[in-house]
């Protein structure tokens, strides 16, 4: 079973290692354009309101507070407690672009929406708190949560226990496409469903899922709000491919899963690894890299896709926790790995070099 040891590289933030590239570019990002620089003036407000996500809500007699800093160097000296940031954008983009709001550090937990619409959290809020000071945020954003041509709004829901809190950064902030990403391959980081506990019928592509948790992936369910849970949980993630997607002689990597996992694609089981009947973990499981190979013409090109996930963890952190998740050609597997282990878990460099 892993102790989770808060390794800056290897939570869900899709991997990025950007501090080398920040050096030479001023950019966190080498694989990908920035769309929208964030950085700048946001409107800001003490305390708590759920309101305040509301794309409509007016904001209009909020501070203005400089992002990225710690809000007590912005004149919030000893305040302690809920926040909240808000700026619009407008951007042109393409349907299902894959695109990402990058935040870098927030301290200690935060909850962002995109036009009201949740897209991603960190930490835990009171009364179950815990901090995630040091971990960079990155949220997948989908497309169809955003307007084209018109204001777009970002709500970010921070509360900070002590010391410096806020928006912190320390990378660029914005939003940011990798738009090459479809030429060979997908990625499947950011959102799944996510429920407890355990029942088959919830591979099925007809189950309806919609009550279910959002939960972002890969990360500990611990880190998401599900502390102290040992068991059977599931994950779900519908997606659709692009119409000249090539379907056959693809590989689903799926990173590491604490402990034991069984795969379904389109309602078919493709692969397992460990025992769950057995429900016990001794083979050290969690540490096994995933690898499925998907059969042939089980994708289904420009349509909706289904992967269902059944976990079980046997003790302490659990879930999917470490990426990279995608689905690859086979004939890139192994150049696919040497990058990935060259580069330092740098997300961004290897979808650069799957797609040059």
Not at 44 to 60: C, E, I, Q, R, V
Not at 336 to 353: A, D, G
Request: glycine content about 10%; aromatic content about 18%.
């Amino acid at each position: 079973m892993n102790i989770y040891t808060n390794s800056l590289g290897r939570y869900f933030t899709l991997l990025v290692v950007c501090v080398l590239t920040m050096t030479v570019t001023g950019s966190c990002s080498s694989g990908g354009s920035r769309k929208v620089n964030l950085r700048g003036s946001w409107r800001f407000t003490l305390g708590d309101n759920m309101s305040f996500a509301k794309p409509n809500y007016n904001d209009s007699d909020w501070e203005r507070i400089y992002v990225p800093a710690a809000w007590q160097s912005e004149g919030f000296r000893r305040y302690n407690g809920y926040a909240w940031y808000r700026t619009t954008f407008e951007m042109d983009f393409e349907d299902n672009e894959p695109l990402y709001l990058e935040l870098g550090r927030i301290d200690d937990v935060d909850e962002v929406y995109v036009n009201g619409r949740l897209i991603g959290r960190t930490g835990g809020f009171p009364p179950d708190y815990f901090t995630a000071y040091s971990i960079k945020r990155t949220y997948a954003i989908p497309t169809n949560f955003l307007v084209k041509g018109k204001k777009n709004v970002i709500a970010v829901r921070v509360y900070d226990e002590g010391g410096e809190g806020g928006i912190l950064g320390q990378y660029n902030v914005g939003i940011y496409s990798y738009d090459d990403y479809y030429q060979v391959g997908f990625p499947l980081l950011g959102n799944w469903k996510f429920h407890l506990m355990d029942d088959e019928k919830w591979a099925s592509e007809d189950y309806n899922d919609t009550g279910w948790e959002d939960i972002i992936a890969p990360s500990y369910w611990e880190d998401q709000g599900f502390r102290d849970y040992d068991g059977f949980a599931w994950y779900r993630k519908k997606f659709t491919l692009p119409k000249d997607f090539k379907p056959n002689d693809m590989v689903l990597l799926l990173g590491r899963i604490d402990d034991m996992d069984e795969v379904f694609v389109n309602g078919q089981s493709i692969g397992k690894t460990g025992n769950l009947d057995r429900k016990w973990a001794r083979n050290e499981e969690w540490r096994k890299p995933r690898t499925y190979f998907i059969p042939d013409e089980l994708l289904r090109p420009g349509k909706e896709n289904l992967i269902a996930i059944r976990v079980y963890d046997q003790e302490q952190k659990g879930g999917m926790y470490e990426g990279p998740l995608a689905i690859i050609p086979r004939d890139q597997y192994k150049e696919f790995w040497r990058e990935y282990q060259s580069e330092n878990h740098s997300f961004y460099s290897l979808w650069s070099f799957l797609w040059d």
